[in-house]
């Protein structure tokens, strides 16, 4: 009996430094041959300054893509200055523990610096000026990473909410209906291996899915490849269902083009915007009304949001076929954008993991969802 002390002793030093958790199964592991799974990182996680973070995205993640480092206005600031600290920290970050990279945007009328659409007068600049500055940025960012990241994000949210057509931006407005193709044109010649995708919000609405379909053929029609299309998965605890989402990766597939759910995540609180989108320049006043879950979330919705996962996630299991990736939209609940949007300051429940780095019940109905016909 003596002699089985050290042994006993030994198991339980471990359970207390939280070696149990090399137990715990992992996302990438569970749905291994099926698709990546992934999160989106912010900078404090890949810098090194959250690293119990970063331990868990190590862990649980085998595809990462940019919240925001690599968007124009963060990367490529001014006319003749480039900020590629935090993007070599990203990319480093994700070759280092041989994860799929992603892209995220190159083309996007929001977080855009206003210069990119003006002359040195202010006024709107000329369609060649644009699309010198357009074909630069792309060749100088996606260059950088040629070879290192896989995919990327080339158009952003260029359909319109309503009728489902072209978005009025200045890119359209300044470049014509051929943008969208100059983007993807630009980004081939940088790097003819990158996976290249079109991205956007809601795209389980009709209107918004057909397009979406009208702009890929356009660009299939001029020999521009569409490798996948990426639908945000900024979703609620009862809308869309889970047949508008089905319809859409059926239509999507039928172009000959993957999908990716590319920024996954559920708000349980209520949306003063009546919809489900993410239009980040739909903001509102803050209100009481829709915060009321500051001291933590009641077990009836915690319960509500792990049936929500478990549906969508037993869905992109069924499409294996034609999904690539699925790509939460954060790590934790603590660092989700839902915090701050549609309202500045709201507390908010929408990942698999909570503020503690501890996987929710949610995250637990995910993984029984790859098993279902793995027995």
């Known amino acids: 009996m003596?002699?089985?002390?050290?042994l006993i002793g030994a198991c339980m030093a471990a359970l207390s430094l939280g070696f149990v958790q090399k137990s715990e199964p992992a996302l990438k592991d569970a749905f291994k041959g099926d698709f990546y799974v992934g999160a989106a990182l912010n900078n404090a996680q890949i810098s090194g300054r959250d690293p119990q973070a970063a331990d868990l995205i190590k862990k649980q993640f085998n595809t990462i893509s940019p919240e925001n480092l690599l968007k124009w206005e963060a990367v490529?600031?001014?006319?003749?200055?480039?900020?590629?600290?935090?993007?070599?920290?990203y990319v480093a970050f994700g070759q280092q523990n041989k994860m799929f990279i992603v892209g995220h945007t190159l083309m996007w009328h929001q977080q855009t610096?206003?210069?990119?659409?003006?002359d040195e007068t202010g006024k709107p600049a000329s369609r060649e000026v644009l699309l010198k500055r357009l074909e630069e940025h792309i060749n100088t960012v996606v260059g950088r990473y040629k070879g290192k990241i896989n995919g990327w994000d080339v158009v952003n949210e260029a359909i319109d909410d309503q009728q489902g057509g072209l978005r009025k931006t200045k890119w359209l407005e300044i470049l014509g209906e051929d943008f969208a193709a100059k983007a993807f044109e630009f980004a081939h010649k940088a790097d003819p291996k990158a996976e290249l995708y079109y991205n956007d919000y809601s795209l389980y609405r009709p209107e918004k899915r057909e397009g979406v379909i009208k702009l890929v053929k356009s660009l299939q029609a001029k020999g521009v490849k569409v490798t996948a299309i990426g639908m945000q998965g900024h979703y609620g605890l009862t809308r869309p269902t889970i047949e508008q989402v089905e319809a859409s990766i059926v239509a999507f597939a039928k172009l000959g083009v993957h999908v990716n759910f590319t920024e996954l995540d559920i708000d349980v609180l209520p949306n003063p915007s009546k919809r489900q989108g993410a239009d980040i320049a739909d903001t509102f006043a803050a209100d009481e009304k829709y915060n009321v879950y500051t001291t933590g979330l009641p077990d009836s919705v915690q319960q509500k949001l792990t049936q929500r996962y478990a549906d969508l996630f037993a869905l992109f299991h069924k499409h294996r076929d034609v999904i690539d990736r699925i790509t939460l939209w954060g790590v934790t609940d603590a660092n989700s954008w839902l915090n701050d949007w549609p309202i500045k300051g709201r507390t908010s429940y929408p990942l698999l993991f909570d503020r503690s780095y501890q996987p929710k019940p949610a995250f637990e109905a995910v993984i029984r969802a790859a098993k279902k016909d793995k027995i």
């Open 76 to 89: 490529h600031p001014g006319p003749t200055t480039y900020n590629f600290k935090p993007a070599d920290d």
């Open 2 to 6: 003596n002699s089985r002390k050290p």
């Open 113 to 118: 610096p206003k210069w990119v659409f003006e």
